[in-house]
């Protein structure tokens, strides 16, 4: 497949990416059945069997956990697993104007809320730095916007590799960069436009103050505990060694109740459920922050609004991967469930969402521009390669439908909001914010 090198167009230059895999993070797969000779011993097999002899059976939270994220073999560690090269693609990967039309809503609703003289841009998982960084293309092209207001950027990312990645993306290091690794800023730097930037490995760690937080793909790779209904009642969901096997793991249900059971609603309908604590915490500091100071949230990523039961899944090489097969060299997902998220804002803020993709997309104005695009363009890979990046992130049937937009927002930016507080969602005023109805374009 032929790569298009990302260069300017005009105004907001925007190229689409190229390299677009045909299967992205949004598909149903967890068997643990693959044949034994298929499933090679890694270092971080050895690691979990290990544990698992030592302690006894792991919770599925426990196993994405030390899979991703362990200091020593996590995937997220020390890999780069974005791109055509790695395992899974992202919506910034694919077209400049989805990072774009982002900048637009951010500034949107900087605007709505009174032109802040400073607000803090922060990323929650920024991948390769290529969203913000096409979120910021935007601040610079509409500087005189901006002109009185103090940007500074906010990263949130526990990957080393990735932090590199990021900070060459965003920088190119024409300024050095500061780095001290047991600080809970552990960089520091400038970007290429002259903003300040700054990394950290948990959301506590950044400063509060009057924020717009960003979290794309972020939810999904937060560990999830499993549950089975049981005539028993509810049974969590264990990893453990195969008996018959040798370095093999296998699903079973824990003989009796599990703490983590408490995160499931008391009318709960399903058989299946996935629950995701960790969501819950972020998506309270989250609350709590722009409760206290303004601002607002915005989360991209798919999922399902309370309905699915099984989406626990792994990706390799692009192709979905048993989740249960050389653990450490594959990424571990698991859809989001934005009833829970709703949920947790707990009244603190109110929420809008989930929306599908392309309505949200539509309504910021992706239609005005791609074809702005396609008319500055004249050569045809380029016209091409923005056709195929719009598909991919508009077809119902690719991306269009599989992810969803969902905003946290403080009661007072909504019209009424003050007599909302107790309502599960904002439904009724959703026409005031950009994105979640059309937005005027002049």
Request: hydrophobic share 40%; charged share 20%.
């Amino acid at each position: 497949m032929t790569v298009l090198v990302r260069s300017g167009v005009g105004p907001l230059c925007a190229v689409a990416r190229a390299a677009i895999p045909s299967i992205w993070r949004g598909k149903y797969f967890s068997s643990g059945n693959e044949p034994a000779e298929n499933n090679p011993v890694t270092p971080m097999l050895r690691h979990l069997m290990y544990k698992i002899k030592s302690t006894g059976p792991i919770t599925v939270a426990e196993y994405m956990k030390e899979v991703l994220t362990n200091p020593a073999k996590g995937y997220y560690v020390y890999r780069d697993m974005l791109g055509k090269q790695g395992d899974f693609i992202t919506s910034p990967e694919i077209s400049q104007i989805f990072g774009e039309l982002l900048g637009i809503w951010f500034i949107s609703e900087w605007m709505a809320t009174g032109k802040s003289t400073a607000f803090q841009l922060v990323e929650l998982g920024p991948g390769r730095g290529t969203l913000v960084g096409d979120i910021l293309r935007v601040f610079t092209q509409l500087g005189s916007v901006l002109k009185n207001c103090d940007i500074s950027v906010h990263l949130v990312e526990v990957s080393q590799k990735l932090s590199e990645i990021q900070a060459l993306t965003l920088t190119e290091e024409k300024v050095p960069l500061e780095r001290n690794a047991g600080s809970p800023v552990y960089m520091k730097g400038v970007t290429k436009s002259g903003i300040p930037i700054s990394w950290y490995r948990h959301l506590h760690d950044v400063p509060k103050g009057y924020s717009f937080y960003l979290a794309h793909e972020f939810f999904d790779v937060l560990p999830v505990h499993k549950f089975q209904r049981t005539p028993q009642g509810w049974r969590e969901v264990f990893i453990d060694i195969d008996p018959q096997v040798s370095d093999k793991l296998r699903f079973v249900l824990a003989p009796s109740a599990t703490p983590a059971e408490a995160f499931i609603q008391h009318d709960e309908t399903r058989d299946h459920v996935e629950v995701c604590p960790d969501a819950g915490v972020t998506i309270e500091e989250l609350s709590q922050r722009i409760a206290l100071t303004g601002g607002a949230a915005l989360v991209a990523d798919y999922g399902h609004d309370g309905t699915k039961t099984d989406t626990f899944r792994g990706f390799c090489g692009h192709k979905l991967h048993d989740v249960l097969i050389a653990p450490g060299t594959a990424d571990l997902t698991a859809d989001v469930d934005f009833s829970y998220l709703r949920r947790m804002a707990q009244g603190k803020v109110a929420s809008l969402g989930p929306i599908k993709q392309h309505t949200f997309l539509k309504n910021m104005g992706i239609d005005v521009r791609l074809k702005v695009l396609l008319d500055k363009s004249n050569e045809p890979s380029v016209r091409q390669q923005l056709l195929q990046g719009y598909d991919m992130l508009m077809n119902p049937k690719k991306m269009g439908e599989r992810f969803n937009f969902f905003a946290l927002l403080p009661h007072e930016r909504l019209e009424g909001g003050r007599h909302q507080r107790n309502a599960r969602q904002s439904k009724p005023f959703a026409s005031l914010v950009a994105g979640f109805s059309e937005l005027a374009w002049q």
